[in-house]
């Protein structure tokens, strides 16, 4: 489920900058690994920035909207779906389908944390925004992604996995992305934490 992070007691998660749990994710990463210390660090700083400037310029094309409001501006429909959401030991929240482009919410992969995310702790961990928005933003910034020319993220930073004399077999950093997503998410929605926090809030004891 969630690995990144799950030792670390949850005071400190909260309050942990975005660098930091980006490189935690990246450690995740079984290819990331491969990078060196400094190569790392570059990486998750990029992702995080291309995760923000994606946000602002969403924000001063779609001013004032939320993310639902700009996935329909963008004719991305939003749907909400009821499948199990442990597959293969992957707990799903969200994820966006590109053809045609849809996002999906997992209404009970979602439902623990908005259990869990109200009153004080929603105010804590989201500010204003909701749990749903938080995982309608991260889906977004794949969508963005998606469509734009750039060179995604994930194909910034290539590990290498096998040298044969001239030849080099590499391969992009998939996590780089959701580092990226996360950002877009924070900046596009002001949270208070870098959302890979909220995954681990359903440790806390429910009231
Ligand atoms: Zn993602």
């Known amino acids: 489920m969630v690995q990144d992070g799950a030792r670390l007691p949850l005071e400190q998660l909260a309050t942990a900058s975005p660098e930091t749990l980006g490189l935690l994710m990246l450690k995740t990463d079984r ?3 491969r990078l060196d210390g400094r190569t790392q660090l570059a990486a998750v700083s990029d992702a995080l920035l291309d995760g923000a400037a994606t946000a602002r310029s969403l924000q001063q094309r779609f001013p004032g909207s939320g993310p639902r409001e700009i996935a329909r501006e ?33 209404t009970r992969g979602i439902a623990p944390l908005e259990q869990v995310l ?15 928005d938080v995982f309608i933003a991260h889906e977004l910034y794949h969508h963005a992604e998606a469509i734009r020319s750039a060179v995604p993220i994930a194909r910034r930073y290539c590990a290498t996995l096998l040298k044969l004399g001239k030849w080099q077999w590499r391969t992009g950093i998939a ?4 580092i990226a997503a996360g950002s877009f998410s924070q900046t596009l929605l002001d949270l208070p934490c870098y959302p890979k926090v909220l995954e681990h809030v359903t440790r806390l004891p429910r009231r």
């Open 118 to 132: 109200v009153d004080d702790l929603a105010k804590r961990f989201l500010g204003r925004a909701t749990t749903r």
């Open 175 to 178: 996590t780089l992305a959701e």
């Open 31 to 33: 290819y990331a690994i």
């Open 74 to 106: 963008l004719q991305v429909p939003v749907v909400a779906a009821d499948d199990d959401p442990l597959v293969a030991s992957i707990w799903r929240f969200a994820e966006y389908r590109s053809r045609p482009p849809h996002i999906v919410l997992y």
